[in-house]
């Protein structure tokens, strides 16, 4: 009789782990994770990490404002990960707000921005990120982003940590 009622405790404290809401993150969550990821192997110059977290023939769109034009660039995933870790200079990328579409193994995020360079203000604008799940999580298929020097908004995160 004390063997069953151990065993049964067992099983439902396992039940229990399993079961209790809050400790997987739904996919949403999951997405914005790579997502943040992303950014701080941007910050660190992890070019490792970030060929990870990207699909090895993604690419990178850049719709820069100049003016009253926008000038096109683009890259692939690999050139954007040797690019980011030969740099010496050091980018911190912060998003906020995301709208993030998830549909089985696709999704997008699309999300206001800043970025600083060695903690100095240069640009805002909009992320628009792909992502495909993968066997081992979700892995970026395309960046594409607005890169808007003037014209913005503070943002709701506030000055970067010291």
């Known amino acids: ?7 049964v405790g067992f099983s439902s404290l396992v039940l229990l782990a399993v079961a209790t809401p809050g400790t997987a ?19 660190a110059h ?15 769109f850049a719709a820069r404002v100049q003016g009253d034009s926008v000038a ?11 690019r980011i870790g030969g740099m010496k200079d050091t980018y911190v990328e912060r998003m906020w707000e995301p709208t993030v579409l998830v549909h089985g193994p696709l999704a997008v995020v699309w999300a206001p921005y800043d970025i600083h360079r060695n903690r100095e203000f240069v ?3 909009v992320d628009a990120f792909t992502l495909v799940r993968s066997p081992t999580g979700w892995r970026i298929a395309t960046v594409s982003y607005t890169a808007e020097p003037t014209g913005c908004k503070p943002s709701p995160l506030g000055p970067l940590a010291k």
Do not use: K, W, Y
């Open 123 to 125: 640009h805002c604008g």
């Open 72 to 82: 096109i660039n683009h890259g692939t995933t690999q050139e954007f990960a040797r």
């Open 1 to 7: 009789m004390h063997r069953l009622a151990l065993t």
């Open 25 to 43: 993150q739904s996919p949403r969550d999951s997405v914005v994770a790579a997502v943040n990821e992303f950014f701080r192997a941007m910050t």
């Open 46 to 60: 992890d070019s490792v990490a970030l060929a990870r977290l990207q699909l090895p023939d993604g690419v990178h």
